[in-house]
């Protein structure tokens, strides 16, 4: 079979390596439809995150069932699924309590199409197979209704808009109207995501970026939006707040922003390592301050729940690239792109 391999930064190649084969009765081996760009891609591609040549790309993306091993129940061969880019058993004591991001049975981070900074090498989803070792805790099924290409970004970035807001929507739901507020600092998809869910919640989301077309799109998701190149402005305390910038001063200052015990999401990682906060503030007010990986797969069936109710994750994509163009189109990303042979 073929899958895009990572050569340098701005080159990618097409590469012939061995079918994968179902050698355990509780995999399923999926064939990717739909593939779209991570955040962190976009990271690689710009050179931003510096990692080794050769490995398999592409971590998102809704597959089609192609085999299931004999202790497969979940799924049927033809079914059209959501593959979280988390490996994960279902079994161990963190998978049975939601952790799904940190499976006991697997190497810590073990993930598709990122092995250089992943626990083991899943192969990537920007190819002709993938093996899932365990379908009937790993796969979701996706409803008939709903557009691959717009939710291709389930298995991760969708997921880690949800963690800045959904865990919270029950604090929300209990403010009045007027404090019903959450306020996004944005910085390529995550963000953007966060407030179509907020939005969706029932709460007011105020959208700050640098970025004009971000800003355009926050704003058709129902954000108000807030230039972040104009004035300085002193921001009203928000009951939650969500930094997806990996900006350290933006993240003090959505710190600073946030009310007390009231929570603020940070999704960013820091490459840069140990970076300054603002704890005496914090602790002063009691801000809940949330980092971390997110447990994709846990979240996914609540998250299809609410785009059933009318939100259109579409409107984040900024291309849909035929799959023959992957090597190309791959290295030119600036912002969520999606590769398709639907």
């Not at 069932?65 to 880019?85: E, L, M, S």
């Not at 963190?94 to 990122?114: F, I, K, N, Q």
Request: with cysteine; glycine share 10%.
């Amino acid at each position: 079979m073929q899958h895009l391999v990572f050569e340098d930064v701005g080159r990618y190649r097409w590469q012939h390596t061995a079918d994968p084969v179902i050698s355990d009765p509780r995999q399923a081996l999926v064939r990717p439809l739909v593939v779209a760009c991570c955040d962190l891609d976009v990271g690689v591609v710009q050179g931003v995150l510096p990692v080794p040549p050769g490995h398999a790309v592409g971590h998102e993306g809704v597959a089609e069932v192609v085999a299931v091993g004999d202790r497969v129940t979940a799924v049927r061969v033809g079914d059209r699924v959501v593959v979280p880019f988390q490996i994960n058993c279902g079994e161990c004591a963190p998978c049975r309590r939601g952790v799904t991001g940190s499976c006991a049975a697997l190497p810590l981070m073990a993930t598709y199409g990122m092995a250089p900074v992943s626990g083991m090498d899943g192969g990537g989803f920007l190819a002709d197979l993938v093996l899932v070792p365990f379908a009937d805790a790993m796969l979701v099924s996706l409803p008939e209704s709903v557009d691959p290409v717009a939710v291709a970004s389930l298995s991760d970035n969708i997921p880690d808009g949800w963690r800045g807001v959904g865990p919270y929507r029950s604090e929300l739901a209990a403010l009045d109207a007027v404090d019903r507020r959450v306020l996004v600092v944005g910085g390529l998809s995550i963000g953007l995501y966060s407030s179509a869910l907020a939005t969706a919640l029932g709460a007011h989301v105020d959208y700050v970026d640098t970025d004009p077309g971000r800003l355009a799109i926050a704003e058709r998701l129902g954000a108000t939006v807030h230039d972040r190149t104009g004035p300085d402005r002193a921001w009203s305390p928000y009951p939650v707040t969500v930094n997806t910038s990996m900006s350290p001063k933006l993240l003090s200052d959505t710190l600073r922003a946030t009310w007390p015990d009231g929570v603020c999401t940070d999704t960013g990682i820091y490459f840069q390592g140990s970076i300054e906060m603002p704890l005496l503030p914090m602790y002063t007010r009691g801000v809940r301050f949330v980092t971390g990986r997110v447990n994709a797969r846990a979240v996914i069936p609540e998250i299809l729940d609410l785009l059933a109710g009318g939100v259109d994750p579409a409107v984040v994509t900024d291309r849909v690239v035929a799959w023959d163009d992957a090597p190309r189109e791959w290295a030119a990303m600036t912002g969520k792109t999606v590769f398709t042979r639907l």
